[in-house]
C-alpha cells in the first residue's frame, strides 16, 4: 500500500522557518518527481513546488520562488521543502504528491499529474 506522510508543519512567526518531510513507503519513489501543493481555507489547491526525480530540477511558484527550496534523499525515500522567510499568506495545509510516471516534468504545477497525495501538514503563519 502507497503511503505519503508529511511532517514538520507547525506554528511560526513571519519571517520564521521550517522544513516539511514527506516520506514514503509501499514503493520506491526514486524514478519519479514529487511536488509540493498547498491549500488555504476557502481557496482551492495550489501549486508550491515540484522536484524531479534525480533532484537536479526544480519547479516552483512565484510567490515562493526565492523562498523555499525543495529537495530530495531517494535513498530515504524522502523529499523536504524548506520553507524560510515565511508569510502570513502562506498559511495553508501542504500536502506532497507523487507524480505520474511519463508526466513531462514542464506540467509538474497541475495537480491532475500526481497520481498519490499524503495527508497533509498544517503550517501557519502569525503576523
Known amino acids: 500500500q502507497v503511503q505519503l506522510v508529511e511532517s514538520g508543519g507547525g506554528l511560526v512567526q513571519a519571517g520564521g522557518s521550517l522544513r516539511l518531510s514527506c516520506a514514503g513507503s509501499?514503493?520506491?519513489?526514486?524514478?519519479?518527481?514529487m511536488g509540493w501543493f498547498r491549500q488555504a481555507p476557502g481557496k482551492g489547491r495550489e501549486f508550491v513546488s515540484a522536484?524531479?526525480?534525480?533532484?537536479?530540477?526544480?519547479n516552483y511558484a512565484d510567490s515562493v520562488k526565492g523562498r523555499f527550496t525543495a529537495s530530495r534523499d531517494n535513498a530515504k525515500n524522502t523529499v523536504y521543502l524548506q520553507m524560510n522567510s515565511l508569510k502570513p499568506e502562506d498559511t495553508a495545509v501542504y500536502y506532497c504528491?507523487?507524480?505520474?510516471?511519463?508526466?513531462?516534468?514542464?506540467?509538474?504545477?497541475?495537480?491532475?499529474?500526481?497520481?498519490?497525495w499524503g495527508q497533509g501538514t498544517q503550517v501557519t503563519v502569525s503576523s
Open positions: 509501499g514503493r520506491t519513489f526514486s524514478t519519479y518527481a
Open positions: 504528491a507523487v507524480a505520474r510516471g511519463g508526466t513531462s516534468f514542464r506540467f509538474s504545477y497541475r495537480w491532475d499529474n500526481y497520481d498519490y
Open positions: 522536484i524531479n526525480w534525480t533532484g537536479g530540477t526544480t
